[in-house]
């Protein structure tokens, strides 16, 4: 069946009570609030890897790489490349089985640029995961300036299957500290891809990286309020700490000359300004990161993830913030 006929309306205008809550009881709108208000129940997500490189690391851009990406690509819980889909789906299946509640996955596309290979080799890769009877979505991260028509076309086919996303790295809007994390595009060639990928009916999630090196507590919801004005072509937003990891170029210029990183409590209190500054319909995907613990250099609190939550569970509530609380649409 095309799981098409079987997603709700779940816009969070109808979804959010007139006391700012949405069905999950959070005060934002969560990735779970929506799935399960989209598919009725959680969806897990499956790391996958598709065996593909990234142009801002295999020299065609010359950069030697975004400076914060470990060396699995930001993929180090995919499965092992040299399995096939469905053994990776498989695997990752039976990783995830002690806590899994429903009976449907997100295969993930997470490690590396994820479109950058041939138009033939992608349609086979994710035509696999796509046609898997327990994959209910297909989620790609890649790069905006790996995007090409023929690509952007093939992704629009599979979404008429099942939904598609396309996880897209912002980072920051910030050009300045853009060069210096080594993005590899400007913020023109972001904002194409969002609205091709839009205008072919794929769903868009953006990912932000919050403590960047220089980056005021300003500058950083700036990026914050570009994305928020982006809506309705972005969807949906991953918010992160920097983590400073082992064998990347960051955690050799740290290692070098320690540069400021976020307290929980400062990052605690960003996090309360972005949220209120985004739109109500707009999925939050992450509030927080899950580097690997034997890669985190600093800051060394977010390896204690209970803690984290707790802590923002008890500011979130003391604080009465509510998602949109500070956002001003900029559409006529």
Not at 21 to 42: H, I, Q, V
Not at 71 to 99: L, M, T, Y
Not at 301 to 309: C, D, I, P, Q, Y
């Amino acid at each position: 069946m095309d799981v098409h006929t079987e997603t709700k309306n779940t816009a969070a205008g109808s979804c959010r009570s007139t006391e700012g809550m949405y069905p999950d009881g959070r005060p934002y709108y969560s990735l779970n609030a929506w799935l399960t208000g989209c598919f009725g129940e959680k969806l897990y997500k499956l790391a996958l890897d598709g065996g593909m490189t990234c142009p801002n690391r295999d020299g065609t851009l010359g950069t030697g790489g975004c400076i914060f990406c470990s060396e699995g690509g930001s993929g180090d819980f995919a499965e092992p490349v040299h399995a096939s889909i469905n053994d990776q789906i498989e695997a990752a299946k039976a990783r995830v089985a002690k806590k899994m509640t429903g009976n449907r996955y997100i295969a993930y596309f997470q490690s590396y640029t994820n479109t950058y290979a041939p138009v033939s080799y992608l349609e086979n890769l994710f035509t696999q995961a796509v046609m898997h009877p327990d994959i209910a979505v297909l989620s790609i991260a890649t790069r905006p300036d790996c995007l090409p028509d023929d690509v952007i076309a093939l992704l629009s086919r599979l979404n008429r299957i099942k939904p598609v996303w396309v996880e897209l790295g912002l980072q920051t809007v910030h050009e300045e500290s853009a060069r210096f994390i080594r993005r590899g595009y400007p913020l023109s060639v972001f904002s194409l891809s969002v609205k091709k990928l839009k205008a072919a009916g794929i769903t868009v999630i953006v990912h932000v990286i919050l403590g960047l090196p220089g980056e005021t507590k300003e500058m950083m919801l700036d990026t914050v309020r570009w994305v928020a004005a982006f809506r309705p072509s972005i969807d949906g937003v991953k918010l992160q700490l920097l983590n400073v990891l082992k064998n990347t170029k960051l955690g050799e210029l740290y290692e070098k000359e320690p540069f400021p990183v976020l307290s929980m409590e400062e990052y605690i209190s960003l996090l309360l300004c972005c949220i209120r500054l985004l739109p109500p319909d707009m999925v939050i995907h992450r509030l927080s990161g899950d580097g690997p613990k034997r890669l985190l250099i600093a800051p060394q609190w977010v390896a204690n993830k209970k803690l984290f939550l707790n802590t923002f569970t008890k500011a979130l509530r003391e604080s009465g913030c509510r998602q949109g609380d500070w956002f001003v649409s900029t559409s006529s």
